[in-house]
C-alpha cells in the first residue's frame, strides 16, 4: 500500500462530515426558494446570464461547475487502482451495478413512471427532458460524498478509495456512449456534439487538472496538501448550491404553476436508490465479501455523482429543461435518504455476517 493510500485511509477514517454535508437538504431548499423569488423579482438579470454562452458552454455556470468538481477529484488517489485486487469480488460487484444495472433500471423507471403513470400530472412537453435528466444522474457514480457514507457505516477505507478510483477511470470513457445509448433507446434526440463537449469540458480537463494540481501539492508536501483540502473543502458545495440559485431562477416559474413536479420526480430515483443499494450489498453477501466492503460498494451504488449530471443536464438541455430540474431533485434527496441507507446496512450486520 502506497504511503499517499494510507493518508488517505486515516483522513476518511476520521473526517467529520461538514455542516455543508449534514444539512445539504437545507440548503438545497433555500436555494429553491431563493432562485424562485429572484427569478420573479429581477427577470432580465438571470435572462441575461443565460445569455453568455459560447458553443452552447453557459461560461459563468461552466466556470461554477469547474469550482464544483475539481476539489472533489484532487482527493481522488488513481494511485489506488491497483489494490483493486486485495476485494475482487467487492469490486465486481461495484461496477455490475454501477454499470450495468442502475443506469438501465433508471431509464425503465424513467419510461414508467413518467411516460407512463405519471405523465397526466406532468407537462408532455417536458416529459423526455425528465427522463433524459434522471438517465444522466444514475451514470455518473458518486465520487465524494461516497466517503462520508462508507465512514458512517465502518466501511473499508481502502476499498472505497479504490472503487471510486476504478469508477472514475471507467466514467472518462463511459459516461457519453452510455448517456447516449440510454437517452437513443428512449427516443430522446442525443446532441452528439454538446455531449462529447460535456465530457471533455466536466471529466476530462477537471480531471486532468485536478490530478497535476493533487501532484504539484504533494510534491511539496503531505502538509501542504492537507492544507489544501481543508482550504478547498467548502467551494465544492459553494459552487453548487450558486448553481442551483440560478437553476430556480429560470425554473421558478415553472414550479409555482406545478409544485407536485419535485414530488413526482423523487419517486423514480427514490426507487432507483432503494434497489440499487439492495441488489450491491446482497450480492456482495452473496459472493462472501465482508460486511465493511459490502456497505461502501451498496453505497456507492445508490448515491450519484449529482454536480456531474447538473453539470451535464444544462450543457445538453439549457436552465430552463426538466433535465435540469430532474439532476436537482436528486441532489434535494440526496443526503436524507444516504443515512437512511446507512441506518440499514448498519442495523442488518447480524443478518449479513449469518451467511
Not at 493518508?7 to 438545497?28: C, D, G, H, N
Not at 502538509?223 to 489544501?228: C, H, I, L, M
Not at 431562477?249 to 409555482?256: S, T, V
Not at 436524507?336 to 451467511?355: C, D, F, I, T
Request: proline residues 5%; charged residues 10%.
Amino acid at each position: 500500500m502506497s504511503a499517499q493510500c494510507e493518508v488517505v485511509i486515516k483522513q476518511a477514517a476520521s473526517a467529520p462530515m461538514s455542516v455543508f454535508e449534514r444539512y445539504l437538504t437545507v440548503w438545497v431548499f433555500l436555494c429553491i426558494v431563493t432562485g424562485i423569488a429572484l427569478g420573479q423579482w429581477f427577470p432580465g438579470v438571470f435572462q441575461a446570464v443565460g445569455r453568455m454562452e459560447v458553443a452552447q458552454v453557459n461560461l459563468p455556470v461552466g466556470l461554477l461547475i469547474w469550482v464544483m468538481i475539481i476539489p472533489m477529484l484532487v482527493k481522488v488517489d488513481f494511485g489506488a487502482l491497483h489494490e483493486v485486487r486485495q476485494h475482487v469480488k467487492g469490486i465486481a460487484v461495484t461496477l455490475f451495478v454501477n454499470w450495468l444495472v442502475k443506469p438501465f433500471s433508471m431509464a425503465l423507471l424513467g419510461w414508467l413512471f413518467i411516460r407512463q403513470l405519471f405523465a397526466g400530472y406532468l407537462p408532455a412537453e417536458q416529459l423526455d427532458s425528465y427522463i433524459a435528466g434522471l438517465i444522466l444522474l444514475a451514470a455518473a457514480p458518486c465520487t465524494a460524498m461516497v466517503f462520508v457514507w462508507s465512514r458512517l457505516s465502518n466501511g473499508d477505507p481502502l476499498f472505497t478509495l479504490s472503487q471510486v478510483a476504478v469508477n472514475d477511470s471507467i466514467m472518462v470513457f463511459a459516461f457519453a456512449p452510455l448517456v447516449a445509448f440510454l437517452l437513443g433507446i428512449s427516443s430522446i434526440t442525443v446532441p452528439w456534439a454538446t455531449l462529447l463537449t460535456s465530457v471533455v469540458l466536466y471529466i476530462v480537463i477537471p480531471v486532468a487538472l485536478a490530478q497535476l494540481w493533487r501532484k504539484s501539492l504533494l510534491a511539496r508536501s503531505q502538509a501542504a496538501f492537507d492544507a489544501a483540502m481543508e482550504r478547498i473543502g467548502p467551494w465544492s458545495i459553494s459552487a453548487l448550491l450558486a448553481t442551483l440559485v440560478l437553476l430556480f431562477a429560470f425554473q421558478g416559474e415553472a414550479i409555482l404553476k406545478q409544485p407536485l413536479v419535485i414530488a413526482l420526480l423523487a419517486v423514480p430515483i427514490l426507487i432507483q436508490v432503494f434497489f440499487n443499494s439492495a441488489l450491491a450489498y446482497w450480492l456482495n453477501r452473496a459472493v462472501g465479501e465482508k460486511h465493511n466492503i459490502a456497505c461502501p460498494s451498496a453505497l456507492i451504488g445508490a448515491s450519484n455523482f449529482f454536480e456531474l449530471a447538473v453539470a451535464a443536464a444544462i450543457s445538453l438541455f439549457g436552465f430552463d429543461s426538466g433535465a435540469a430540474l430532474a439532476t436537482v431533485v436528486g441532489v434535494l434527496i440526496e443526503v436524507p435518504v444516504m443515512l437512511l441507507v446507512v441506518r440499514v446496512v448498519n442495523a442488518s450486520q447480524g443478518w449479513y455476517e449469518k451467511a
